[in-house]
């Protein structure tokens, strides 16, 4: 089931390019906000259904590449080209280095963030670290390409589709200058966590906050319905059957509760989903061998896919909530008094705030022992994920000691004990293994099997260029387009002709982007 039958432009000049291209796809959305955004407050009118015959023609029309027979060379950028990273210049600063970090963490996660940089700042006298929070992804990215070189922070967080975008900007250094320069040891990290973040042959960012989507459950609806609370569907056939028997039994309205969302079920699963199925979202090894020119949604693995969905919600077993814009919606839902919902994917990250949320009465009757967390359901038997979150970039046009002092701070946030404080503490994945071995992480995985999930699904990821998330230069723009066509999907749209119009558009933003680019 499932199946698919450098250049010398300047660092203001590409900057320009990435804000053209957010302003472009912001019109065309009319929303006003920058299309290089993680959660946007509105989004398109997706388009309308139709009956004209044309999914026919769409379904019979699959062109996507063979990908046995695109095989281009692995472009390769020499390492030297871009700007170096002193590793050794802290040790001639005067005196402390202040440095600034831009970041998107919020509530728990931001707490989190804070207690890890207060202890860094406490246990050593040679850099001091100031947080700000620009409240999201979105709004630091929006920060760093409008602000001026001099007064950009020295380290920022930028979430994993920025990876083409920001590494043609030529205005960051590349992390593998600074493992380079130091010598750092990345022998226990997560090969496929560094491998995000990997472009042209070439490490642009440290991973830090790793997620990836896992179910959420509310473990008394499935004993309510006859089913095992320990035992979560795996494949898409399995969600299904588990929702049949939740609503036929009336332990819940609805067994799956999703989302439209651009990192969420309109975009970000669906790219996930791609990888399970072990086929590529994009051509050219999903933009990793070389610039994506054209993305494959409207495949049969697309339609497939996007067709099951449909018909879970055509038959009473599945409800949206449209494109999930808080990023609780979907939570809500399942304890929604009048038509509650089962199950619900979304990332690991939510996980410990969703248990202190319970913890502190948001849902009277469900304890935090009641939320339970599996595998994302997918169309393969064995559970697989691609890495998911942000990861840590440094400015270019800082002084040495600066750029020193940032990576000084970065070699802590991704220690192994900083990892098991942050992982235990978030839900996030820790990016390397000897984490584990260290508490609190050892004893959360140990007494609470919810907090490994998204790891051990990482783990089990499939091989081949699928097992990474796709590389777009307009990857945020082109989520849009998919997220507008799922929206679309989920209100009676038919499948093929609104997969093909958004394939059309994301192949337009593509094309668009590497002409300039």
Not at 207 to 218: C, E, G, K, Q, R
Not at 344 to 367: C, E, H, K, N, R
Not at 400 to 414: K, M, P, R, S
């Amino acid at each position: 089931m499932f199946t698919r039958s450098s250049s010398g432009r300047s660092p203001v000049k590409r900057l320009v390019a990435l804000g053209v291209a957010s302003a472009a796809v912001a019109a065309a959305c009319s929303s006003g906000e920058s299309a290089l955004v993680i959660d946007q407050d509105e989004t398109s009118d997706p388009p309308a259904a139709t009956d004209d015959g044309a999914a026919d023609d769409a379904a019979a029309d699959d062109s996507s590449p063979d990908e046995s027979a695109v095989a281009p060379t692995t472009t390769q950028a020499p390492l030297a080209q871009f700007p170096d990273c002193p590793t050794d210049a802290l040790d001639d600063a005067a005196g402390p280095v202040e440095i600034t970090f831009w970041h998107g963490m919020n509530d728990l996660l931001e707490d989190s963030l804070i207690t890890l940089t207060d202890a860094y700042n406490a246990g050593q006298d040679r850099v001091r670290v100031t947080l700000q929070n620009q409240t999201g992804y979105n709004e630091t990215i929006d920060q760093f390409i409008q602000s001026s070189p001099s007064s950009r922070a020295v380290l920022v967080q930028f979430p994993e589709y920025t990876l083409q975008s920001f590494a043609q900007s030529d205005t960051l250094v590349p992390i593998e200058a600074c493992i380079e320069s130091s010598g750092y040891d990345t022998g226990a990290f997560i090969p496929r966590a560094l491998e995000a973040y990997t472009w042209q042959g070439i490490q642009w960012a440290m991973p830090f906050n790793v997620s990836n989507p896992v179910l959420y459950y509310i473990k008394p609806t499935f004993e309510a319905a006859g089913l095992d609370p320990e035992q979560t569907p795996i494949t898409l056939e399995d969600l299904r059957s588990t929702s049949e028997q939740i609503v036929e039994s009336g332990a819940a309205t609805y067994g799956w509760v999703l989302d439209s969302g651009t990192d969420s079920g309109g975009g970000w699963y669906l790219e996930q989903w791609f990888g399970r199925a072990g086929q590529p979202f994009a051509d050219n090894g999903n933009g990793r061998n070389a610039p994506a020119t054209e993305v494959y949604i409207d495949s049969d693995t697309g339609v497939e896919l996007l067709t099951f969905v449909q018909d879970m919600i055509n038959d009473g077993l599945a409800v949206t909530v449209g494109d999930n814009t808080a990023g609780t919606d979907v939570f809500f839902k399942l304890i929604d008094p009048a038509e509650d919902g089962a199950m619900t994917i979304y990332t690991s990250a939510f996980l410990g705030g969703v248990i202190d949320a319970l913890g502190g009465g948001l849902a009277p009757g469900l304890t935090p022992d009641d939320i339970g967390v599996g595998p994302m359901p997918g169309p393969s038997d064995t559970p697989a994920v691609q890495v998911g979150g942000a990861s840590l970039w440094i400015s270019a046009d800082k002084s040495a000691e600066e750029t020193a002092a940032a990576w000084d701070y970065i070699t802590y946030l991704v220690s192994a004990q900083s990892q098991s404080d942050w992982a235990s503490a978030t839900g996030y994945v820790p990016i390397r293994s000897d984490a584990l071995d260290l508490d609190p992480l050892a004893t959360t995985y140990a007494e609470d099997p919810r907090f490994r999930v998204a790891y051990d699904q990482l783990l089990g990821s499939v091989e081949g260029s699928a097992s990474l998330a796709p590389v777009l230069g307009p990857q945020r723009e082109v989520r849009v387009a998919t997220a507008n066509a799922t929206a679309a999907i989920f209100g009676g749209a038919d499948v093929a002709t609104a997969l093909g119009d958004a394939a059309d558009q994301a192949n337009a933003l593509i094309a668009s982007y590497n002409q300039r680019n």
